[in-house]
């Protein structure tokens, strides 16, 4: 029996029965499209490179602080001079700091997300809705205000093992010449790719095994369809076989009908992962980077992925039943009044396998969600460090583009001040840029007025009165 010849029996078969290949179809397709659409993102955001010449030599330079155990992806303006003067690392080094600010046009003003970078930086990041040049020289050369990040580029030859080498070295040196605000940290690169996805990394792959997840249990919802299916078709596979067919040609047969349904609910999961892709796109700008984003879309290896997806789990929902079906009696199948007959005992020992299957995916997928539900709650009642009860934040931008207009949004907002103090149950107001955990970070030191000061940039407790 050719190929040909099977997909179009196992064409008018399925069209014999268009309630069962519906249900199947619906069934798998969102299957399909929830993985292909996780697996989109996923390719997207952590296995394609991202779209820059020499991209492999492109790194994010982190200061690690060695007493916590932890990383960031910000330097002091004082450590950029000592790490750009690494030439046998770096072929070239680069730094840059943005955030909303006011930008003046010709008849108006806006607050847009500006990204001041100096002259040696490409075209980044993505967020950015205008660049400004500044000096290379940082504007803040302390060595305890983290406000800059850095990249760079390795020297051809140099790997990023081979570079945390060296930053080790420079860092223990750091830290004997500056041990108030060196002493407890040092200096490591990673790929730019891998920094820029690092947040979501671990929760991409975390979904991508939910959906994977789901569509087992799709394959096995259709696997039971097929079972049952094959067992009313136990009398014509019995004819079939005493004409001569072997058991090999049955399965194939069965195997064939199994693709042709995968591939009509990848057709159909296919269009639903275009529409949910384009939602987790609009999710997504709010925790990645539009860099890592724009490498998101619908090209050959989602289709490919969505294509082995088909394939596999036509074989998944397919090869037991076609190989349980083949398995009758034949006397008991022709003796058989009608169309209808039955299957074997093991029949039913694989539907109740089935089940089980389909119930221990399902068990998983509610321990994980309820697991998450309880991080999720236990996040809400962590201690933050200060006290946030009875406290309401607020965000305003007033932008302003004379002298003049400068003074009357300070104005404004000193009166706005003002009549928040007087409402009821209002015990205080206060204005402030870099709020912890708020939309502008803050970090460094902080000085309380009358405790610590500020001196040429040097930090210092003042003598108690």
Known sequence: MTLMYQLRYAIRMLRQN???????????????????????????VVLKSLRYPDVERIVAVNTRFTNEGRSIWRSAGGDLDD???????????????????????VKSAEFVQAAFVDTNFFHFPNEGQVWAAISPIPENRTRSGYNYKAVAKLRDGVSTSAANARLQALGARLAAAFPRDNGDKTFTVIPLQDQLSATVRSTLFILMGAVGLVLLTACANVANLMLARATARSRELAVRSALGASRGALVTQLLAESAVLATLAAVLGIALSVVATKTLLSL??????????????????????????????????????????????????????????????????????????????????????????????????????????????????????????????????????????????????????????????????????????????????????
Do not use: C
């Open 18 to 44: 268009p309630g069962f290949a519906a249900v199947a179809i619906i069934t798998l397709a969102l299957g399909i499209g929830a993985s292909t659409a996780m697996f989109s993102v996923l390719d997207g």
């Open 284 to 465: 997504g700008a709010r925790f990645m980077p539009g860099t890592l984003l724009a490498g998101i879309t619908l090209d050959w290896r989602v289709l490919a992925f969505a294509l082995i997806a088909a394939l596999v789990t036509s074989f998944i929902f397919g090869i037991a039943p076609a190989w349980q079906a083949t398995h009758v009696d034949l006397q008991d199948a022709l003796k058989q009044g009608g169309t209808r007959g039955q299957l074997g005992g093991g029949s039913s020992r694989l539907r109740n396998g089935l089940v089980v299957a389909q119930v221990a995916v399902s068990l998983m997928l509610a321990v994980g969600a309820g697991l998450l539900f309880r991080t999720l709650l236990a996040l809400q009642g962590a201690e933050l460090g200060y006290r946030s009860e009875g406290i309401l934040v607020a965000y305003a931008n007033m932008p302003a583009r004379t002298p003049r207009e400068h003074e009357q949004a300070e104005q404004f907002f000193e009166q706005l001040t003002n009549r928040l103090r007087q409402l009821p149950h209002v015990t205080s107001a206060a204005v402030a840029f870099g709020l912890p955990a708020g939309e502008y970070g803050s970090n460094g030191y902080l000085a309380v007025e009358g405790r610590q000061s500020f001196t040429s940039g040097d930090f210092r407790t003042l003598p108690h009165a």
């Open 83 to 105: 790490l750009r003067v690494e030439t046998n690392l770096f072929e070239s080094f680069s730094f840059y700091q943005g955030w909303e600010m006011g930008v003046q046009v």
